[in-house]
């Protein structure tokens, strides 16, 4: 059986490229498609949508305006606001790789998820609320393994949280439970893969950048219950994780999703897998961020 189709709003340039894509589920307006594809496409020209016309000498139809209307599913093309082809080229940037979380470890016996489970006790997406705490994980909004440019982006700066160095990942404050929040387990591998985002300048609202998230788009995060701001969650991270979703799910024709199933999980000996670019990046990755409460603590003294 088929996978589902993953868009179903695609824009292309003159000569056939993909610009851009997502799937539709009825709430993505005009004004917020725009906003993505700036951070998408590199032009010096003014640019505007048009509906796609294969049978048009020009290729298009009608101009769209890029207002509060919802984006119609189908196929539309980017050119000049008088209709003539754009030169564009996408922007170079690619979704910073994350990895899944491993709990049974004993890197992974930290403050954040125990102080995570006393603030939330449900998961934040849906509301739902558990017997045991097994169907639930703490996700990081922005991954610990890419600390560095977490620091680099000044990011540790915004951390208002109070709690002691050792509860907070160290001077770094990335285990900090402003960039926590509790979600269900079969959730969890979809937000690390950027499927879906929180939008904080959209009421919460989640939202799915691919097919098959009906069951979690439109939802609102579940915030209400953290009146202290010094621990609730914030919205700057938010927006970093929705950029890394629409860098990795709509620029060009999306970006492949890593199957850790055909890799065989962490067998080393398919170099065919592990030997590649990506291979290393992400094992380096995984060693980094399974070491990161070690080297914390040591750090700490």
């Known amino acids: 059986m088929s996978l589902l189709p993953r868009r179903n709003v695609i824009l292309q340039d003159f000569d056939g490229n993909v610009i851009a894509g997502f799937w539709q589920y009825g709430s993505v307006s005009w004004t917020t498609f725009s906003l993505w594809l700036n951070s ?21 139809g009608g101009q769209r305006s890029l207002d509060s209307e919802i984006v119609p599913p189908g196929d539309y093309i980017l050119l000049r606001e008088d209709g003539s082809p754009l030169p564009v080229t996408l922007t170079e940037e690619r979704a910073r790789i994350r990895q899944p979380t491993h709990s049974d470890t004993p890197a992974r016996r930290e403050h954040y998820r125990n102080r995570t489970r006393e603030r939330d006790g449900k998961c934040l997406i849906t509301g739902q609320r558990f017997a045991t705490w097994s169907p639930l994980r703490a996700a990081h909004i922005f991954p610990r393994a890419h600390v560095h440019e977490w620091v ?72 209400d219950h953290i009146v202290d701001p010094t621990i609730r969650p914030l919205d700057e991270l938010f927006r970093d994780h ?39 990046e992400r094992l380096e990755l995984e060693i980094f961020d399974r070491l990161f409460g070690h080297q914390v603590a040591e750090d700490l003294g």
């Open 152 to 223: 680099r982006k000044q990011f540790h700066h915004l951390i208002t949280d109070t709690a002691p160095a050792s509860d907070v990942g160290g001077d770094s404050k990335i285990d900090s439970v402003q960039n926590v929040f509790m979600l269900r387990s079969d959730l969890h591998d979809m937000w690390d893969n950027y499927e879906f985002g929180v939008n904080p300048d959209d009421n919460y609202r989640i939202t799915g950048f691919i097919n098959g998230l009906d069951h979690v788009h439109g939802l609102t995060l579940h915030l």
């Open 40 to 60: 998408l496409i590199q032009t010096e020209q003014h640019w505007a949508v048009f509906d796609f016309d294969e049978n048009s000498p020009n290729r298009h």
């Open 242 to 280: 929705i950029l890394q979703g629409v860098l990795k799910h709509m620029k060009g024709a999306g970006e492949p999703t890593w199957d850790y199933e055909d890799a065989g999980g962490f067998d080393l000996s398919r170099q065919e897998i592990w030997g590649s670019v990506e291979g290393k």
